[in-house]
């Protein structure tokens, strides 16, 4: 704590360029990610049908599994930057080498980066096999950025208290739905009023009271406080 | 002396709230047949699971960052114990809450804002403890829990207010409500806040059990620990030396 700022954040960079380096060696994380979003999207796609989700419907539904392919595929692979690090001993090293805030910070820009490379990668698809128009598009980029954060920041906190316990893949999903489910209800209804796009007489999301508006601050405020609270907690379950 | 006479006036006053439920207050307007009544009770337990929660979150937050002592077992096993009986409380406010759902509103469940919140609480719970079961050693189970509910207590201010944002509700408000005061027959209400009251404090001394009866299976887990020889040959009949009993 007492270490200046700049020692800080050149801590945190090096563990976020740390690991890049060890991903990009095996890419284990981002072949599981793109792999696991890409099947799952296979699958509620051809079972949609040729015709895929009624007119109607489709700004209703669609965000909903939209968000679901992106839940199950980082609680396919961010649980891995802690688990590694515990299966491969090499916690204790970085125990010693670096503040844990600026532990936290780092794997959560990693996280966050490696999300951010998923979205741009499953959204456009997601948009072209769902033959969906996205009338505000910024709106849908703002909700990707932010709940891609929030994930990230969720995850990484619950992936550091799973690495330290037994049966840490079903334990992930266990203890992550929870926290995130604020998130993702938020997420779903951002989406929504992106695919909706606000128009006189179109569907609307469900009672969405205040509008966008409201549930973009709110968004935000998920992704602040749950990354202040994982601040504050990340050295109490790190250092033993 | 003093604990059995409190617990035999908290048994008065619980005998005393269910009789004033069926006889004392009258039936709400509105209501199908006798189903306001469960009211009486479907309250008190949500508001006991709430307090629970409440309840598990300080404790853990003393438990991580208090200093006198710091790291108490104490305030871990208090948040446990806190954990447990929300969970049994948050069952049984759920249950009460789905049958008088089927009376008046035709189905046991339609995701109310208030369902979901305690769906969630009872997810949250259930992962709390399964975290706990997935550690072995005591004090980092003690940790790791801990952080988790501390987790918990920053997310549930979410629940609270986008949850009932983004869907309607049917639930009945007469006592929480946007309009800020009391809707509800004179009477029912004294019996309401005499049930309240009565089943908080069986929470709270309910806790202080679990709580104490955790203190001591810790105790003789370490008695038991500490009397073991240290290079004990290993029983090839599984009995540890000091177990025996």
């Given at each position: 704590?007492?270490?200046?700022?700049?020692?800080?954040?050149?801590?945190?960079?090096?563990?976020?360029?740390?690991?890049?380096?060890?991903?990009?060696?095996?890419?284990?994380?981002?072949?599981?990610?793109?792999?696991?979003?890409?099947?799952?999207?296979?699958?509620?796609?051809?079972?949609?049908?040729?015709?895929?989700?009624?007119?109607?419907?489709?700004?209703?539904?669609?965000?909903?599994?939209?968000?679901?392919?992106?839940?199950?595929?980082?609680?396919?692979?961010?649980?891995?930057?802690?688990?590694?690090?515990?299966?491969?001993?090499?916690?204790?090293?970085?125990?010693?080498?670096?503040?844990?805030?600026?532990?936290?910070?780092?794997?959560?820009?990693?996280?966050?980066?490696?999300?951010?490379?998923?979205?741009?990668?499953?959204?456009?698809?997601?948009?072209?096999?769902?033959?969906?128009?996205?009338?505000?598009?910024?709106?849908?980029?703002?909700?990707?950025?932010?709940?891609?954060?929030?994930?990230?920041?969720?995850?990484?906190?619950?992936?550091?208290?799973?690495?330290?316990?037994?049966?840490?893949?079903?334990?992930?999903?266990?203890?992550?739905?929870?926290?995130?489910?604020?998130?993702?209800?938020?997420?779903?209804?951002?989406?929504?009023?992106?695919?909706?796009?606000?128009?006189?007489?179109?569907?609307?999301?469900?009672?969405?009271?205040?509008?966008?508006?409201?549930?973009?601050?709110?968004?935000?405020?998920?992704?602040?406080?749950?990354?202040?609270?994982?601040?504050?907690?990340?050295?109490?379950?790190?250092?033993? | 002396?003093?604990?059995?006479?409190?617990?035999?006036?908290?048994?008065?006053?619980?005998?005393?709230?269910?009789?004033?439920?069926?006889?004392?207050?009258?039936?709400?307007?509105?209501?199908?047949?006798?189903?306001?009544?469960?009211?009486?009770?479907?309250?008190p337990m949500a508001w006991v699971a709430f307090v629970a929660f409440m309840t598990a979150g300080v404790a853990s937050l003393r438990y991580l960052f208090g200093t006198h002592p710091p790291r108490d077992?104490?305030?871990?096993?208090?948040?446990?114990?806190?954990?447990?009986?929300?969970?049994?409380?948050?069952?049984?406010?759920?249950?009460?809450?789905?049958?008088?759902?089927?009376?008046?509103?035709?189905?046991?469940?339609?995701?109310?804002?208030?369902?979901?919140?305690?769906?969630?609480?009872?997810?949250?719970?259930?992962?709390?403890?399964?975290?706990?079961?997935?550690?072995?050693?005591?004090?980092?189970?003690?940790?790791?829990?801990?952080?988790?509910?501390?987790?918990?207590?920053?997310?549930?201010?979410?629940?609270?207010?986008?949850?009932?944002?983004?869907?309607?509700?049917?639930?009945?408000?007469?006592?929480?409500?946007?309009?800020?005061?009391?809707?509800?027959?004179?009477?029912?209400?004294?019996?309401?806040?005499?049930?309240?009251?009565?089943?908080?404090?069986?929470?709270?001394?309910?806790?202080?059990?679990?709580?104490?009866?955790?203190?001591?299976?810790?105790?003789?887990?370490?008695?038991?620990?500490?009397?073991?020889?240290?290079?004990?040959?290993?029983?090839?009949?599984?009995?540890?030396?000091?177990?025996?009993?």
């Amino acid at each position: 704590m007492s270490r200046p700022a700049s020692t800080w954040a050149r801590e945190a960079a090096a563990v976020f360029a740390k690991e890049w380096r060890s991903e990009l060696r095996t890419r284990y994380a981002l072949n599981t990610l793109a792999l696991f979003a890409i099947n799952t999207l296979v699958v509620v796609s051809a079972s949609l049908g040729p015709l895929g989700a009624a007119p109607g419907r489709a700004t209703e539904t669609l965000p909903v599994l939209l968000w679901l392919i992106l839940l199950f595929a980082a609680a396919a692979g961010l649980p891995r930057a802690f688990v590694h690090e515990e299966e491969t001993q090499t916690a204790t090293a970085l125990r010693l080498a670096a503040t844990p805030s600026a532990l936290f910070c780092g794997k959560l820009a990693y996280s966050a980066s490696v999300l951010a490379a998923l979205e741009a990668l499953v959204a456009p698809l997601f948009l072209a096999v769902m033959n969906l128009d996205v009338p505000r598009p910024g709106l849908l980029v703002a909700t990707l950025a932010a709940g891609g954060f929030g994930l990230a920041a969720g995850s990484t906190l619950v992936a550091a208290i799973i690495a330290q316990a037994r049966g840490q893949g079903t334990l992930f999903a266990v203890l992550s739905f929870p926290v995130l489910l604020p998130l993702l209800l938020l997420a779903v209804e951002l989406t929504r009023a992106a695919f909706a796009g606000g128009v006189p007489g179109g569907p609307e999301g469900p009672v969405s009271q205040g509008g966008a508006g409201v549930a973009m601050v709110q968004l935000l405020l998920y992704d602040g406080a749950v990354t202040t609270a994982g601040l504050m907690l990340f050295p109490v379950v790190w250092n033993p | 002396m003093k604990r059995t006479a409190a617990a035999w006036l908290l048994w008065l006053w619980i005998a005393a709230v269910i009789w004033g439920a069926f006889e004392y207050a009258p039936l709400a307007a509105k209501f199908i047949g006798q189903s306001s009544r469960i009211l009486f009770f479907h309250v008190p337990m949500a508001w006991v699971a709430f307090v629970a929660f409440m309840t598990a979150g300080v404790a853990s937050l003393r438990y991580l960052f208090g200093t006198h002592p710091p790291r108490d077992p104490r305030h871990d096993r208090a948040a446990r114990a806190a954990i447990e009986l929300g969970l049994v409380f948050g069952v049984l406010a759920t249950v009460t809450g789905a049958i008088w759902s089927r009376i008046m509103w035709g189905a046991y469940w339609n995701w109310d804002p208030r369902q979901t919140s305690i769906v969630m609480a009872l997810i949250f719970n259930g992962a709390y403890l399964a975290l706990r079961d997935a550690v072995e050693d005591g004090e980092k189970r003690a940790r790791l829990a801990a952080a988790y509910a501390a987790l918990g207590l920053v997310v549930t201010p979410f629940f609270i207010f986008v949850v009932p944002r983004i869907t309607f509700s049917l639930h009945p408000e007469p006592v929480i409500n946007a309009r800020g005061r009391v809707e509800m027959e004179t009477r029912m209400l004294q019996v309401l806040l005499a049930s309240g009251a009565g089943f908080t404090a069986l929470f709270f001394w309910l806790h202080g059990l679990r709580t104490r009866l955790l203190g001591l299976s810790a105790l003789a887990e370490h008695r038991t620990a500490a009397d073991a020889p240290a290079f004990a040959p290993i029983d090839p009949a599984g009995a540890a030396p000091g177990t025996s009993n």
